[in-house]
């Protein structure tokens, strides 16, 4: 069975940074493709950012995330983490990070497997 935990959440100040890492067990991560999404209070869950096991593995961002998020792998740790730089108040949440055989998608509907989630806070 296929589980997944994140950490590195925590708070912050706003321009600061935090590095989420999603740990994989029982399973070989090399296979899946890898999503992070976030949900804020009263807000609906949304895509953050994807990365997939093939393609060299390419990237995908939600455009509020682009260039302040980066989303990495290392196969050998069976680890994907989630570097975000210059934070700011919208982008507190929970985070999750989610899996699934394949390519990365922005579509939480795709993915089979899901962490229990991390809280980032961002104060002001």
């Known amino acids: 069975q296929v589980q997944l935990v994140e950490s590195g959440g925590g708070s912050v100040q706003a321009g600061g940074s935090l590095r989420l890492s999603c740990a994989i067990s029982?399973?070989?991560?090399?296979?899946?493709?890898v999503g992070w999404f976030r949900q804020a209070p009263g807000k609906e869950r949304e895509f953050v950012a994807a990365?997939?096991?093939?393609?060299?593995?390419?990237?995908a961002y939600a455009s509020s995330v682009k260039g302040r998020f980066t989303i990495s792998r290392d196969n050998t740790k069976n680890t994907v983490d989630l570097q975000m730089n210059s934070l700011f108040a919208e982008d507190a949440a929970v985070y999750y990070c989610?899996?699934?055989?394949?390519?990365?998608?922005?579509?939480?509907?795709?993915?089979?497997?899901w962490g229990q989630g991390t809280q980032v806070t961002v104060s002001a």
């Open positions: 989610a899996a699934r055989p394949g390519g990365g998608s922005a579509s939480e509907t795709e993915y089979s497997y």
């Open positions: 029982g399973g070989t991560l090399r296979v899946y493709g």
């Open positions: 990365i997939s096991s093939w393609g060299g593995f390419s990237t």
